[in-house]
């Protein structure tokens, strides 16, 4: 599929994105780079240069990984006008609630919502102090996942249906 972009479309635009290194994260970084975006993104290793991005190595799901990714968006572009998080995943195994321990509940909570929710809080204040910016959350596959696994417990007789 070849979608037509506008080269001005995001022009003079100041965007981070999490989760930018690969995947549905990747291809939003190609999209906001089409559009004459400037772009940072991260990732937890190594990353395969991309032309006009600036990267920066952390690990989102810590705060420290958070707070070094927002220092380095303010320090190289001023600022950020568009905050776009497309982190997120699963490393849990498989098997329902009962088959995942605190330390499976604390990972996907710290990829899938702290990471997001620790930019925001630290990227947020300087597009209010701006009076502009948008933060776009883009969920994953998680989504929906547990409405699946609650159905299927749900028919395996695991979940009362009248306590819901």
Known sequence: MN???DPTEFAG???LISGGSKGLGRATVDRFLAGGARVITA???TLEPIDGVEFVR?????????????KAALERMGGVDILAHVIGGSASPG????????????AELNLNLMATVRLDRLLAPQMM??????????????SI??????QRERDRGWVDERRR
């Open 145 to 150: 996942l547990p409405l699946v696994l609650a």
């Open 13 to 15: 635009k100041r965007v």
């Open 129 to 142: 102090e701006r009076g502009a910016g948008a933060i776009v959350h883009i969920t994953s596959i998680q």
């Open 3 to 5: 979608i037509k972009t």
């Open 43 to 45: 990732a937890r290793g």
């Open 58 to 70: 952390a690990d989102l799901t810590t705060a420290e990984g958070g707070e070094t990714l927002a």
């Open 95 to 106: 098997g329902g609630f009962l088959a995942l321990t605190d330390e499976h509940w604390l």
